[in-house]
């Protein structure tokens, strides 16, 4: 019988760090991907937010295939002909060790799979894992085939759509078998290419500097809830559009939205000339606090995407930090060789459960109608209204403003009430 | 302002991904066209991201080789018709960005 310590399954972010560090801390592990090479399953934005890699990779921002470091964010509403856009600039970003980094994930994944084989993890790509092998209630392995591979425990890291744990009935509720549309975003992106001299010229980036773009889409019909980003790489621009599946409709298709979002006025200006090389879409989970599966049981533990550690608030979405932290933490939980309940500890005392708590009223505000469907339209008609030189007496400012609101169906209750559910952001 | 309804060939901008495409008897993903043709509402076709699910002479058809693996027509179809897994190991979906 083939034995080892741990299996992991999944080579994204999370299980690839967790490999890694339990590599480092002596234990002898199995990582498994689907992929191959590693990281052609995988598509992301992304902007990465890799504070924690420091942990098992400290030069890890030298080494890494990262694209730029995002010194300008741009966060927008867009309704359908006008745009009303935040502009930041913190060149201070670039100094810092704590930086945000834009990457494509076939490369970045491949070289953190590299990372993981080199520390001394057995690294197998293009193995797809059909099923886990559970032994009188606990996970002892899992088959390929008729293939069957052992471990003391086996850490579940296989993405998103959680086919494993649906399938062996180890959501919160056994009998579930699928996600539900509420539950569930759908991203759809694209790589453009972009010459680096216009693309730096276009965008007032250095040679190694970025930009992110987040924005609330108020110009998609038919209630389709939906963000657009688009991110600078270093000869390329990843844009897409990351839409709630509950509010798809006969009417839309979700390869229409991102359609929606590249043809505004304004992102048409910032892509022009950029041309398509990649297409690809992956689901969001968007299952909140409450609904997270069982974070661990017998002989085995959940991280990453498969366990739901995914932020979103309409505007960024941001699951490669939590995936990383969740696998260094289980990582630490089989080499300090405790109960695996200690795992769900870890999280909890980490901003990794403390965050989802916190942010459990967020989910509330990104189903929001008025978000996405009022919100923009009233945001850019209030600030046309205000700046546009009529020739007319001057109102008080927050009066037109309200009154412009008004006019685009928003009362003044409902953006208290949403104001107060915005601050949670 | 009235939105001006975008449509757009979806099957062309997949053009540019790369497949490695698995032989027809080892379909990732199959669907019953019987359920689908009392289904309420056909959401699959508004989910996918590269029309993989279309009507022809009133019965769906599926179409498996430009999937993108995204998960997604198994969350749309709330009537037990997709029976959905990955592709085997290697096959399918290739990102060469992602
Ligand atoms: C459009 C979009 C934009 C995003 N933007 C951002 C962003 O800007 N910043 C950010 O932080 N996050 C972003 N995210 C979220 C981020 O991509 C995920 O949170 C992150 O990838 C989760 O990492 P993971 O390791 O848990 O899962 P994944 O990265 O999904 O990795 C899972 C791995 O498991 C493999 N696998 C699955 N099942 C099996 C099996 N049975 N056998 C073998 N292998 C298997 C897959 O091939 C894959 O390699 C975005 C997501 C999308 C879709
Ligand atoms: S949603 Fe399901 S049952 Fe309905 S048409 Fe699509 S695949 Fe068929
Ligand atoms: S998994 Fe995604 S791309 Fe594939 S058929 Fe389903 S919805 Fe379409």
Redesign the interface.
């Known amino acids: 019988m083939d034995k080892t310590d741990v299996i992991i399954i999944g080579a994204g972010p999370a299980g690839a760090s967790a490999a890694i560090k339990l590599a480092q801390g002596g234990k002898k592990v199995v990582l498994i991907d689907?992929?191959?090479p590693i990281?052609?399953?995988?598509?992301?934005g992304g902007v990465l937010w890799g504070n924690d890699l420091h942990e098992i990779i400290p030069n890890w921002q030298l080494e890494a295939p990262v694209e730029r470091t995002i010194v300008n964010k741009k966060i927008g509403f867009l309704s359908?002909?006008d745009a009303t856009v935040l502009d930041l600039h913190f060149d201070s970003w670039d100094k810092e060790n704590y930086s945000g980094v834009s990457v494509?994930?076939?490369?970045?994944?491949e070289w953190l799979a590299n990372e993981a084989q080199k520390a001394g993890a057995a690294v197998l790509s293009?193995?797809?894992i059909d099923s886990l092998i559970i032994k009188d209630g606990k996970v002892v392995g899992v088959k390929?085939n008729d293939e069957e591979l052992f471990a003391d425990t086996v850490i579940i890291a296989e993405g998103?759509?959680a086919?494993l744990l649906l399938d062996h009935g180890l959501m919160k509720d056994p009998s579930k078998h699928?996600?539900?549309?509420k539950?569930?975003l759908?991203g759809?992106k694209?790589?453009l290419t972009l010459t680096r001299d216009v693309m730096e010229e276009r965008f007032l980036l250095d040679e190694n500097t970025g930009l992110a773009g987040e924005f609330i889409l108020g110009?998609?019909?038919d209630g389709v809830k939906a963000g657009g980003f688009f991110y600078t790489n270093k000869d390329?621009l990843?844009i897409g559009v990351v839409i709630h599946?509950d509010s798809?409709?006969?009417?839309?298709?979700?390869?229409?939205v991102i359609?929606?979002f590249k043809?505004h006025p304004l992102i048409a200006k910032y892509i022009k000339n950029a041309v398509?090389?990649?297409?690809?879409?992956?689901?969001v989970p968007e299952m909140g606090y409450d609904n997270f599966p069982p974070l661990y049981g017998d002989g085995y533990m959940v991280i990453g995407d498969a366990a739901g550690f995914v932020f979103s608030n309409g505007l960024v979405i941001q699951g490669m930090n939590y995936a990383i932290k969740s696998g260094i933490l289980a990582a630490d939980t089989i080499i300090e060789g405790g109960d695996l309940k200690n795992y769900e500890k870890k999280l909890n005392n980490s901003y990794v459960l403390k965050d989802f708590k916190k942010f459990k009223k967020v989910k509330k505000l990104t189903k929001n109608k008025r978000l996405f469907e009022l919100y923009p339209t009233g945001i850019n008609n209030a600030l046309k209204d205000i700046l546009t030189e009529r020739g007319e007496p001057k109102q008080s400012l927050i009066k037109k403003a309200l009154k412009a609101m008004k006019q685009s169906g928003i009362g003044l209750f409902s953006l208290i009430k949403d104001g107060l559910s915005a601050r949670h952001i | 302002?009235e939105?001006q309804?975008?449509?757009?060939d979806?099957k062309n901008?997949?053009g540019?991904?790369t497949w490695n495409t698995d032989s027809h008897d080892r379909a990732h993903i199959t669907i019953k066209p019987d359920i689908c043709e009392v289904c309420p509402?056909?959401?699959c076709?508004?989910?996918?991201?590269?029309?993989c699910f279309k009507i022809y002479d009133d019965v769906m058809k599926f179409q498996f080789e430009d999937c993108?693996?995204?998960?997604?027509c198994?969350?749309?179809c709330?009537q037990d018709s997709v029976a959905?897994?990955?592709?085997?190991?290697?096959y399918?979906?290739?990102?060469?960005?992602?």
């Open positions: 689907r992929g191959m990281g052609s399953k995988n598509l992301s359908v002909e494509l994930r076939a490369k970045f994944d293009g193995i797809m390929q998103s759509n086919r699928r996600f539900e549309r539950e569930m759908i759809v694209e790589v110009n998609v019909p390329t990843s599946l798809l409709n006969s009417e839309v298709r979700s390869y229409e359609e929606y043809q398509s090389v990649e297409y690809g879409a992956k689901t | 302002m939105i309804r975008i449509k757009i979806v901008k997949a540019t991904t509402h056909q959401l076709i508004a989910g996918c991201p590269t029309e993108t693996e995204c998960g997604t198994a969350i749309m709330d959905w897994y990955y592709p085997r190991g290697t399918g979906i290739q990102y060469n960005q992602g």
